[in-house]
């Protein structure tokens, strides 16, 4: 399964590594990519929507689900 997450608050590449730890450590993401540019976070695997919302946003991020 794929979510795409538009997350706000990126501004480099610390912030871009960041939110992929945020997100790798969602229980059942299997692959995490992150784009500075776009403002976007597309992840691979089974994890819980919500989860990785609200870990980018523990991170200090602003985030929710693409297309929503």
Not at 3 to 14: K, R
Not at 18 to 32: C, M, S
């Amino acid at each position: 399964m794929q979510t795409e997450l538009n997350v706000t608050g990126m501004s480099c590449g610390h912030c871009v590594k960041a939110v992929e730890g945020a997100l790798k450590a969602v229980p059942g993401v299997e692959q995490v990519q992150v784009s500075l540019e776009g403002g976007k976070a597309t992840v691979q695997g089974n994890a819980d929507v919500q989860a990785l919302v609200g870990d980018v946003k523990e991170e200090g991020y602003g985030a929710e689900v693409a297309g929503q």
